[in-house]
C-alpha cells in the first residue's frame, strides 16, 4: 500500500480553517470541495490514459486522454458526498457509484445500509472518497469490497487519517501495491472514543448537521 501526505500550504490553510469548531457548515462544505481538489491533483497521477491523434491549428501530434473503461468514483455516504464534486471537477468523465456505510459508535463496526454500484468490477481503476480514516474499519471494508470484485488500481482520497487507521489498512491490504491513501495530513492519534485527534470532529455533522 502507498501513503502519500500532501505537503503544501494551501492544503495546510485550508485545512486549519475546516478543523475551527467555529467554521459552520456552508463555509465547511466549501473548504472539503475545494481541499478535494487539491489533492484530486495527486490522486489521479496515475490514473490510465492512452495515446491518442490529434491535430491543433498549427500541425498534428500525439495528445493523451484517460483511457476507457473511465475510472469509477465512490463517496463513501454520509461525508464522502461532500468531496464528490471536488473530485469529479478534474475528472468529470469518472462513472460514479455509491457506497452507504455507517460507523457504529459502540462498536466501531463498519455497516453497509446502501450500495449502487456494479457487481462486476474487474480491471477497474477506482477512486473512494471518505474524509475522514480512524480506526480503518470503514475504509478496508470499502477496499476489500471492491477488490473482492476485480478493482485494480484502488485509491482512497482521505481528507484526515489516524496512525492507528493506516496500520490497520496496512495489516489488510499491506501486500498490494495498487492500493494508495492520499490524505491532507495524518494527525496524531484516536481518542477513546476513536474520534481522530485533534481532527475536525464528526465530518458528516459538520457537512449536514446532526442527524440520529
Ligand atoms: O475509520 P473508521 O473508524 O471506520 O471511521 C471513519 C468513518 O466514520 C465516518 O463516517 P460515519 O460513520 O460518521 O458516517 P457519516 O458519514 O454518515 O457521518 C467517516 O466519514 C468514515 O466513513
Ligand atoms: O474523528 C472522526 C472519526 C470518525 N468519523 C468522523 O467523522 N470523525
Ligand atoms: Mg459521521
Redesign the pocket.
Known sequence: MRLHVADHPLVAHKLSVLRDERTASPTFRLLVDELVTLLAYEATREVRTIEVPITTPVAPTTGTKIADPQPIVIP?????LGMLDGMTRLLPTAEVGFLG???DETT?E?ITYANRLPDDLTGRQVFLL??????????VAAINYVLERGARDVTAVCLLAAPE?IEVLKEAVGGRADVSVVVAAVDSHLTDK?YIYPGLG????RLYGIVD
Open positions: 463513501i455516504l454520509r461525508a464522502g456505510m455507517q460507523r466501531l463498519a471518505d474524509p475522514m480514516l480512524a480506526t480503518g474499519a470503514t475504509l487507521g476513536a464528526d465530518a458528516g455533522d
